[in-house]
């Protein structure tokens, strides 16, 4: 049973945008290739997402404006083990002045009913309709707001693991 869903973004999350120097994990960007477009990524953060992705209590799912195109073209570029995780899609959202990766959220929530849930998003520091939903859940769902530039820390990381 899934007592945890994991929502993950890609943008600013595995892939900072314009990363330079080295990682936050100690070593230096990799680059490769996601059939569209190159992306930069720290493959330690590949490894503990993988890592924590053979949890039987934890459902991962993309929450991403790449969409399909995550499991379809990023995974196998930097060998994440994401291929099978669900996608929410952006179809039918946004009509109104909600974020659509709010609404899509809150919707998976309601159909899925896990105890808690973690959302990692770069935007997320920006959207104050999320972080008052968030107030509302209370301790059922943590919020992590990755530097755009540096993708999701080891820091970041550790919250999440903690959190579980």
Same mark, same amino acid.
């Given at each position: 049973?899934?007592?945890?869903?994991?929502?993950?973004?890609?943008d600013g999350v595995i892939c900072p945008f314009g990363a330079?120097?080295?990682?936050?994990?100690?070593?230096?960007?990799?680059?490769?290739?996601?059939?569209?477009?190159?992306?930069?990524?720290?493959?330690?953060?590949?490894?503990?997402?993988? *890592? @924590?992705?053979?949890?039987?209590?934890? !459902?991962? +799912? /993309?929450?991403?404006?790449?969409?399909?195109?995550?499991? #379809?073209?990023?995974?196998?570029?930097?060998?994440?083990?994401?291929?099978?995780?669900?996608?929410?899609?952006?179809?039918?959202?946004?009509?109104?002045?909600s974020w659509w990766k709010l609404?899509?959220?809150?919707? *998976? @929530?309601?159909?899925?009913?896990?105890? !808690?849930? +973690? /959302?990692?998003?770069?935007?997320?520091?920006?959207?104050? #309709?999320?972080?008052?939903?968030?107030?509302?859940?209370?301790?059922?769902?943590?919020?992590?707001?990755?530097?755009?530039?540096?993708?999701?820390?080891?820091?970041?990381?550790?919250?999440?693991?903690?959190?579980?």
């Amino acid at each position: 049973m899934t007592n945890v869903s994991l929502y993950l973004d890609v943008d600013g999350v595995i892939c900072p945008f314009g990363a330079t120097g080295s990682t936050d994990w100690g070593s230096a960007w990799r680059s490769s290739d996601a059939g569209l477009l190159e992306v930069s990524y720290a493959a330690e953060l590949v490894t503990a997402l993988n *890592d @924590l992705s053979g949890r039987p209590d934890l !459902r991962f +799912v /993309w929450l991403t404006s790449w969409e399909g195109m995550a499991p #379809e073209f990023l995974c196998p570029a930097i060998g994440l083990d994401g291929r099978r995780w669900p996608v929410l899609a952006s179809d039918g959202f946004g009509g109104s002045n909600s974020w659509w990766k709010l609404q899509a959220i809150q919707q *998976d @929530l309601e159909t899925i009913a896990p105890d !808690r849930a +973690v /959302w990692i998003d770069d935007q997320l520091d920006f959207e104050r #309709e999320a972080h008052a939903w968030a107030e509302y859940l209370g301790a059922r769902l943590l919020l992590i707001s990755p530097h755009p530039r540096r993708g999701l820390s080891r820091a970041e990381l550790e919250s999440v693991r903690a959190f579980l």
